[in-house]
């Protein structure tokens, strides 16, 4: 099965099971999804992730975080999508939720954080918002 938004289908799986209070959730493995999900362990918003391999295909497990019995993740949001891409320079990069959030940024130094694409002066997709 192909999908048209990959990085969509990651992120409504993870509302999906956060909404169901799951622990874990799987999706096929891509190495973009990898990267976003060690940006989203780096930050605290997930406990863990593997990537697994079942009958040669890839699966990504990622393991979500809970406080107090509330997601982590209170927003998980796509910005740039494949009908219509955003790009932003190092200088217009948003701030999320006054530095509380993030934003994932698909920057030629590749994937990081909108901090560390400030601290590094590079700009690039924004593809998606954490909070």
Known sequence: MSLSDP???MIAR???AQARNHKNV???ASNFKTKIAGILKNEGFIKDYKVN???GKSIL???LKYHSGNPVISAFER???PGRRIFSSA???PKI???LGIAIISTPKGVMTDVDARKQRVGGEIICKVF
Do not use: F, R
Request: charge should be negative; aromatic fraction near 0%.
């Open 61 to 63: 497990s990622l393991e």
């Open 91 to 93: 200088d217009s990069l």
């Open 26 to 28: 799987e999706l096929p």
């Open 79 to 81: 910005v740039s999508k």
């Open 97 to 99: 939720n006054n530095g």
């Open 7 to 9: 990085i969509g289908d």
């Open 14 to 16: 993870v509302k999906n």
């Open 53 to 55: 391999s079942l009958d």
